[in-house]
């Protein structure tokens, strides 16, 4: 009798955890889509031809597959001038974000000094405050840039404005990363800074040889972060370089995208070509997160995030 109950009880939780990994699998295939419809219609649609927009039996994937929208938008886009100003933004940027970020976070860390309670706070203000608060000011600032009136340079339409924002850790995004570093180094053993100090190192020494190295993933994790953030910026792009082409103003600002004589594009067309150039834009993205997220996911489980 024993036995019988105990098959039963077997065979009722193999059909309950056959039941529950159908669920989670038709969850996980739900969620997938509604994510990806989105994306994977904008590449289809990115081949259609011009006789696809007339056709009323063409909805999502495409009869004349051509590569016509993918042309008159890369000509559009200028993407040989608007793409390098992009990347030199959000490489140089990135970099700089990181070098601050990682000195920052380190001292706030692992010294103690009257006010260090305050310049943390200072820090999550950046945070909370919006950009638009102090745009003007940073914008006057950058129009008259030094000690006095007849010693200034005009550092708008130049890449150091936005360079000068990211070194002294005023972009937008620069105080989480502050806040990752500093989680991040206060979670690592001072055992190991300890140690260099008996071998003869001194903090600069402790410093790059021990805890620099152990912070190369959180590193690549902030770089990744300030790279996407400054690739797809419009916002300081537009107020500090208005007459620098990069790839976001050239989309949203609708410069390029107009409804245009050639190729016989209308509104429908248009539209086409403006999904074609956020592909172009988010496609190193999605490269990019492939190659590092390995460093994500290991660096973001490493820091306060995951608590």
Not at 116 to 122: E, M, N, Q, T, V
């Amino acid at each position: 009798m024993e036995t019988a109950l105990k098959k039963k009880k077997r065979k009722r939780f193999e059909w309950g955890n056959l039941v529950w990994a159908l669920f989670r699998t038709v969850l996980i295939f739900g969620i997938c889509y509604i994510i990806l419809k989105p994306f994977i219609f904008k590449i289809l649609m990115s081949f259609f031809g011009e006789n696809d927009l007339f056709d009323l039996t063409v909805k999502y994937i495409p009869r004349d597959w051509s590569t016509h929208y993918w042309e008159w938008t890369w000509d559009h886009l200028e993407v040989d001038v608007a793409g390098i100003n992009t990347l030199l933004l959000a490489v140089g940027s990135g970099l700089i974000q990181v070098f601050v970020a990682t000195f920052v976070g380190y001292g706030l860390a692992r010294f103690k000094f009257k006010g260090d309670k305050i310049l943390f706070g200072a820090v999550i203000a950046t945070l909370l405050i919006p950009q638009q608060v102090y745009s003007i000011a940073q914008y006057l600032n950058f129009t008259w840039f030094g000690p006095t009136a007849d010693f200034s340079v005009n550092l708008l339409n130049s890449y150091w404005a936005v360079y000068l924002l990211a070194f002294f850790g005023l972009t937008v995004k620069e105080g989480l990363y502050i806040y990752l570093m500093r989680e991040f180094f206060k979670g690592m053993p001072k055992d190991l800074e300890n140690a260099a100090y008996v071998d003869g190192a001194g903090v600069m020494g402790a410093f790059f040889k021990v805890m620099l190295p152990n912070a190369f993933t959180m590193m690549i994790t902030i770089f990744l972060f300030a790279f996407c953030w400054q690739w797809t910026d419009t916002t300081f792009a537009e107020l500090y370089m208005p007459q620098i082409k990069t790839l976001p103003t050239m989309i949203f600002s609708g410069r390029n995208f107009q409804i245009a004589d050639q190729a016989k594009i209308d509104v429908f067309g248009t539209g086409i070509a403006q999904n074609t150039a956020v592909l172009i834009i988010i496609a190193p993205l999605v490269i990019l997160a492939v190659i590092c997220q390995r460093f994500l996911v290991k660096s973001i489980s490493q820091s306060g995030l995951a608590n």
